[in-house]
């Protein structure tokens, strides 16, 4: 006899307690059926239900010093889905550091980091799996085209996104007509362009993107503050460093860095 919905639903959540298999297709809550990407195949507007469920990064008690002075101390942070937090803080205040701690890339702080309640030095390849992760620059290769960067990127993180997807995403960020000029033909902000087009392709319900608006025009930044208040909507979260006001972003969560103590 076939499982209810109910109870298709309750075995999915079970079993997506501590992480997901991206190659399973499973029964959401809405009843639809969808695929290992971020929207329901049928409905168009679900992630994948066990991660919206479960998403969640949380530090406790971080603390880090540079040079003999402490960029952030007794710090408490907690990320949920739907979820935009802005990091502020003058520069030098810690913004990218504290990024890079919470990705796992800094390890020599005190304090805990925490992914889906797992310190995050066993979670660390559950959080990789479900991380989109854009630094300080645009992290793209001079010498490839912007579609061959697109697929590269695409390919080390094993999504298998076809060349159409690629074609779409560069199109959505205003690349249409330069897939194939080499980057380093390309403006700074186109650059960072292509770096962005990885969103349009991303799976992964968390973003951390630090300073993700350098060198964007006006139509650009709109366009961006959009795709992060409609990742969120769907249930992903997104921690973001920049000095844009990100107005447009209801419900913005704010943590500012500068002062020893911080909590968001
Ligand atoms: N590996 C390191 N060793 C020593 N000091 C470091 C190291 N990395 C960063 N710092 C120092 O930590 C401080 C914070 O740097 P960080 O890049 O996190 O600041 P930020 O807030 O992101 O700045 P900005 O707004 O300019 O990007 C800076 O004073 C920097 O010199």
Redesign the pocket.
């Known amino acids: 006899m076939k499982d209810s919905s109910a109870s298709k639903t309750r075995k999915y959540q079970e079993s997506a307690v501590g992480g997901h298999d991206t190659n399973l297709r499973r029964l959401a809550a809405c009843g639809c059926w969808f695929d290992c990407g971020n929207t329901c195949k049928v409905c168009a507007n679900l992630l994948i239900l066990g991660c919206v469920l479960s998403l969640s990064l949380e530090a406790r008690q971080l603390a880090c010093e540079?040079?003999g002075r402490w960029?952030f101390r007794g710090l408490d942070l907690t990320l949920k889905p739907g979820d935009v937090l802005r990091v502020e803080?003058p520069?030098?205040?810690?913004?990218?550091?504290l990024l890079k701690v919470l990705c796992g890339q800094i390890t020599d702080v005190e304090g805990e980091v925490l992914w889906q309640g797992r310190p995050l030095r066993r979670a660390r390849a559950d959080l990789l799996a479900n991380l989109v992760y854009l630094g300080?620059g645009a992290g793209i290769k001079a010498h490839l085209s912007a579609l061959e960067n697109l697929r590269w990127y695409q390919a080390i993180n094993g999504d298998g996104v076809s060349l159409s997807d690629c074609e779409e995403a560069l199109e959505s960020v205003g690349l249409a007509s330069f897939e194939d000029v080499p980057a380093f033909q390309l403006s700074a902000g186109q650059q960072r362009r292509v770096a962005l087009a990885r969103l349009y392709l991303a799976r992964g319900l968390l973003w951390i993107l630090d300073?993700p608006f350098t060198a964007i025009d006006a139509e650009g930044v709109s366009a961006l503050e959009q795709l992060l208040a409609q990742h969120a909507s769907r249930g992903g979260a997104v921690l973001v460093?920049t000095h844009h006001a990100l107005d447009r972003i209801q419900g913005l969560r704010r943590l500012r860095?500068g002062s020893e103590v911080a909590a968001a």
């Open positions: 540079r040079d960029l803080g520069n030098g205040s810690g913004k990218t550091t300080h300073e460093t860095l």
